[in-house]
T-cell receptor, first 112, second 112 residues
């Protein structure tokens, strides 16, 4: 089942913060976050594992709430380079083999 | 280190034809996944290969097939093409299943 991402789109001014959510109706083993710029391939941001700690680097971080089966991506002090579509990919618990199911994406636009 | 390469980059076919797409993973990567990307559906999982074995397949008809060779290179084949098969087909490689995926630039398939 495809995870649900919210919001579908968001416009920010440089320096503002944003949160992107990814919710699943099935128990998750891991959540992967990718960013895709227009006309380019998706680029890996981070992986969060069940029972793992919140991840982050620079001004982008993420959390994984096992009780809610939800992950959130936090972008602080946004820069123009953060613009793109953000996808969460979910791996379900007990799947037995590796398969990422992606959400439909959140389009983030950062304007000067 | 060379990235993931996909050939061809663009392809135009007519309904009923078949097509073969190729993916060369990053050296040392043994896991290859294929995705179909369309504006309406986002990234949809097609299949995943590890050590020449297809370990998982997404919800696509049997017209979609693939294989992986001993050098980890992978091909996917679509037979009896339909208009709805027009999409960007992305290949992603990782060292092992469940780790960071590196995406190739994709093959843009147009079915007329």
């Amino acid at each position: 089942q495809q995870p649900v991402q919210s919001p579908q789109a968001v416009i920010l001014r440089e320096g503002e913060d944003a949160v992107i959510n990814c919710s699943s109706s099935k128990a998750l083993y891991s959540v992967h976050w990718y960013r895709q710029k227009h006309g380019e391939a998706p680029v890996f941001l981070m992986i969060l594992l069940k029972g793992g700690e919140q991840k982050g680097h620079e001004k982008i971080s993420a959390s994984f709430n096992e009780k809610k089966q939800q992950s959130s991506l936090y972008l602080t002090a946004s820069q123009l380079s953060y613009s793109g579509t953000y996808f969460c990919g979910t791996e379900f618990s007990g799947a037995g083999s590796y398969q990422l199911t992606f959400g439909k994406g959140t389009k983030l636009s950062v304007i000067p | 280190k060379a990235g993931v390469t996909q050939t061809p980059r663009y392809l135009i076919k007519t309904r009923g034809q078949q097509v073969t797409l190729s993916c060369s993973p990053i050296s040392g990567h043994r896991s290859v996944s294929w995705y179909q990307q369309t504006p309406g559906q986002g990234l949809q999982f097609l299949f995943e290969y590890f050590s020449e074995t297809q370990r998982n397949k997404g919800n696509f008809p049997g017209r979609f097939s693939g294989r992986q060779f001993s050098n980890s290179r992978s091909e996917m084949n679509v037979s009896t093409l339909e208009l709805g098969d027009s999409a960007l087909y992305l290949c992603a490689s990782s060292v092992t299943p469940g780790t960071e995926q590196f995406f190739g630039p994709g093959t843009r398939l147009t079915v007329l």
